[in-house]
């Protein structure tokens, strides 16, 4: 059974932003994000950095005539990032130790969207002696150190935010999950710094895009280093994991912040992983506009995939010789589950107890048991143009990376 992105958002959904109209014409909701308030709340101390992409950011949704419920959204999660980077700094402050700590045995999933990135980080979190950052961590990355009361109520808001994402996108739990214990990308950090394509990809952010890739995203990643630092002391005898498909087009930074890391690299067929998710953006479109343009974010996405891939290799070139890079491909994820994941595994001398590989075959057959759901999608509902595709992927030939 296919599960296909339908063009309109719930009924549930439609309502709420229909109130929240009605609201705004008696003036008693706004449309638009207060930019003065927003940047008052900033720390004058640590936050100098960000300034410029904050107003980079607002100015782009305000312009963007985005739903109010969209609006309603945003607004939480700017004040969330806001106190993340307060507290963030507080405890970098008041404790000299955390400055110290020295990350090490760190391995990136990076590839596209949509090439198994997602899958592989799961599996990882079946190895005991390693660690992938679940979603409530990474939305509250202070809370551990701050005490268990902290740690409940960030999984206690975490899980109205997961529901509030399932709630308002259905298909979202068979497309790409979110939920409050379970892995998550990374970018959500990137994110503190009010940086991340990622967001502006989902939003329809152009303008706020543009300027996220042609900034120096070196600050970034050095406050991303420190946020990492934090969750890391939390359990230093693990490996972390760390997964973001963002980290493509941002290599040459990444390999320079952490020189020593270690990096999967996932594959898949260019035409596959745009469909796939052209499809996946449109449904967080979909909630974010009146009317959005499903039939230009084929263009779009095979623009920006051809950008990030195409980065990503000029670096590779460069940085070969020092990091460590395995390649492995979707098909194989897909088709050969256990067999690759062992086969990274033993690539990067990682060791896996009997233990571990039996709750990886049990959650595998438990897969293959279940019901038969796949992402489906429809090229032309994208504008998805095929000769175009195979024009600009003349440099990429991901059959290389497959196993059979």
Known sequence: MQIFVKKS???LVWIYNLFLFVLSKFFLVSNKLNKKQIIKKLDPNHDSVIINAVDKFIENVNANNLNLSTIFFIKSEVNRTI????????????RPDLKKIKLSNLI????????????????FSFLDNHRVLQLWELQ??????????????????TKKYSFLQNFSKPEQKYIHPVETE?????????????TSIAVSSALGLDDYEKWVLQTDMLETYKEYKDQLKILFQTEPDKNLILKAPEHLWNLDTLTEVFPKA??????????????S???????????????????KLGLYVTNIFQQGLSSAYRVRKKTETKSEFIDVHCDDIKNNQIKTFMNICKELNINIDNNNLKKLKEYVLKKTMGPKLSHGYIYKDYGIDKKLIKDKFKFYDHHRYLLT
Not at 83 to 94: D, E, G, I, L, P
Not at 142 to 156: L, Q
Not at 182 to 194: A, K, M, T, V
């Open 262 to 275: 270690r990096f999967i690299m996932t594959h898949r067929d260019p035409l596959k992983s745009i469909a």
């Open 277 to 295: 998710y052209s499809s996946m953006i449109s449904m967080f479109r979909r909630t974010a506009y009146k009317k959005p343009n499903f039939e």
């Open 83 to 94: 106190s993340n980077r307060k507290k963030f700094f507080q405890h970098f402050n008041t």
């Open 108 to 123: 990136f999933i990076i590839g596209l969207p949509r090439t198994g990135t997602t899958e592989l980080q799961k599996m």
């Open 9 to 11: 958002v719930p009924i």
């Open 182 to 194: 379970h892995p998550d990308e990374c970018f959500r950090l990137l994110f503190n710094s009010f």
């Open 140 to 157: 509250y990355p202070t809370s551990f150190i701050e005490g268990p009361n902290a740690v409940k109520k960030a999984k206690r808001q």
